[in-house]
């Protein structure tokens, strides 16, 4: 069973930047791909981006518009999302997830989950 646990989360001005990891334990994460969704109050969770297990190649849902940059690291079984530019509009709870192997692109079909971290942008 994979365990996700998020942390970095906070309160930040708009334009500033903030970077999430997310820390997997208790399966192989080497073949996990690893994705970033969130949930604004009142609005259905959605895609942000995701980071394939093979060979690391990246996807991002459109209004990204290369603010925001998915990466991980092997060795220490950690995905990061660097959320760079923030506006308001991006606050949300944001969850880690995973699953193994998977169709490309990785939107949907996750099989774990972390608890979630706040994400405040005042403006």
């Known amino acids: 069973q994979v365990q996700l646990v998020e942390s970095g989360g906070g309160l930040v001005q708009a334009g500033g930047s903030l970077r999430l990891s997310c820390a997997a334990s208790?399966?192989?994460?080497?073949?996990?791909?690893m994705g970033w969704f969130r949930q604004a109050p009142g609005k259905e969770r959605e895609f942000v981006a995701g980071?394939?297990?093979?060979?690391?190649?990246?996807y991002y849902a459109k209004f990204v518009k290369g603010r925001f940059t998915i990466s991980r690291d092997n060795a220490k079984n950690t995905a990061y999302l660097q959320m760079n530019s923030l506006k308001p509009e991006d606050t949300a709870v944001y969850y880690c997830?995973?699953?193994?192997?998977?169709?490309?692109?990785?939107?949907?079909?996750?099989?774990?989950w972390g608890q979630g971290t706040q994400v405040t942008v005042s403006s």
């Open positions: 997830a995973a699953r193994y192997y998977g169709i490309w692109p990785p939107t949907e079909s996750y099989n774990y």
């Open positions: 208790g399966g192989t994460f080497s073949s996990l791909t």
């Open positions: 980071i394939r297990f093979s060979d690391s190649t990246t």
